[in-house]
C-alpha cells in the first residue's frame, strides 16, 4: 500500500494566488521529509528538507518566502507555493525517509499557473 | 554542477533482451547509490540500491554493478519486460546525510 499520500494530485490556478500542497506519511512517523520539483524532462530537484517542530533547510536559489514550508506533525508536512506565477508551474513530489530504509516518494501534485 | 549524469536520455529494448541503464558521479563523497523507477503524473519507486563497499548488488531481474574508480554504475534488467518500461532515476547520497542527488533520468522503453 501507499506509505506516503499528496494532495492534491493536481491544481490549476491564477497568477498571483498561493497554492498549499499537503504531503502526508501514511505507515510511519516521519521527523524528516523531503520536498521535490521537477520539469519536464529534467531531473528531480531538491528544493527543501523539511524538519518537524524546526524550520525547513532550503536548497541554494530556492526562495524560502515564496515556497513556504511547514512540517506541524510527524505525519504531516505542507508545502505553499505564494504568488503563484507561470514559470512556478511544475511536478512537485515530497519524500519521507525512514530510519534505515530508503526514501519513499509521494504521487506528485501537477501545479499549473496561468 | 550535475553531480548525477544519465548520459543517455533514452534507451529502447526488445522483450526478453537486456536493458543497460548508465549513470555516472563525480562526487567521490557518494557512498550510497539508489535506482528508482518513474512512470508519468507519479512519484519514484524505489528499485535497488548499492553501497561503495559493494560492487554489485541483485534483486531477481534487477542488477547494479558499481565501478568506484570509474565512478560509473550501472543498471541491468535480464529479461526486459514492457512493464520495465518507465523512466530509470540514477540518485546518490552521503553516508552522513540523507540529501539525495538524481541524475537526468533515462526513458526506457521494452518493445514486445
Known amino acids: 500500500g501507499a506509505v506516503v499520500s499528496q494532495h492534491p494530485s493536481w491544481v490549476i490556478c491564477k497568477s498571483g494566488t498561493s497554492v498549499k500542497i499537503e504531503c502526508r506519511s501514511l505507515?510511519?512517523?516521519?521527523?524528516?521529509m523531503f520536498w521535490y520539483r521537477q520539469f519536464p524532462k529534467q531531473s528531480l530537484m531538491l528544493m527543501a528538507t523539511?524538519?518537524?517542530?524546526?524550520?525547513?533547510?532550503?536548497e541554494q536559489g530556492v526562495e524560502k518566502d515564496k515556497f513556504l514550508i511547514n512540517h506541524a506533525s510527524l505525519t504531516l508536512s505542507t508545502l505553499t507555493v505564494t504568488s503563484a506565477h507561470p514559470e512556478d508551474s511544475s511536478f512537485y513530489i515530497c519524500?519521507?525517509?525512514?530510519?534505515?530504509?530508503?526514501?519513499?516518494f509521494g504521487p506528485g501534485t501537477r501545479l499549473t499557473v496561468l | 554542477d550535475q553531480q548525477v549524469k544519465q548520459n543517455s536520455p533514452s534507451l529502447s529494448v526488445q522483450e526478453g533482451r537486456i536493458s543497460i541503464l548508465n549513470c555516472d558521479y563525480t562526487?567521490?563523497?557518494?557512498?550510497?547509490f539508489l535506482w528508482y523507477k518513474k512512470y508519468p503524473a507519479e512519484g519514484p519507486t524505489f528499485l535497488i540500491s548499492i553501497s561503495s563497499i559493494k560492487d554489485k548488488n541483485e534483486d531477481g531481474r534487477f542488477t547494479v554493478f558499481l565501478n568506484k574508480s570509474a565512478k560509473h554504475l550501472s543498471l541491468h534488467i535480464v529479461p526486459s519486460q514492457p512493464g520495465d518500461s518507465a523512466v530509470y532515476f540514477c540518485?546518490?547520497?552521503?553516508?552522513?546525510?540523507?540529501?539525495?542527488?538524481f541524475g537526468e533520468g533515462t526513458q526506457l522503453t521494452v518493445n514486445p
Open positions: 519524500s519521507v525517509e525512514r530510519v534505515g530504509a530508503e526514501q519513499f
Open positions: 562526487n567521490s563523497m557518494f557512498d550510497y
Open positions: 540518485a546518490a547520497r552521503k553516508t552522513s546525510g540523507s540529501r539525495l542527488t
Open positions: 505507515d510511519f512517523q516521519a521527523t524528516t
Open positions: 523539511s524538519n518537524e517542530g524546526s524550520k525547513a533547510t532550503y
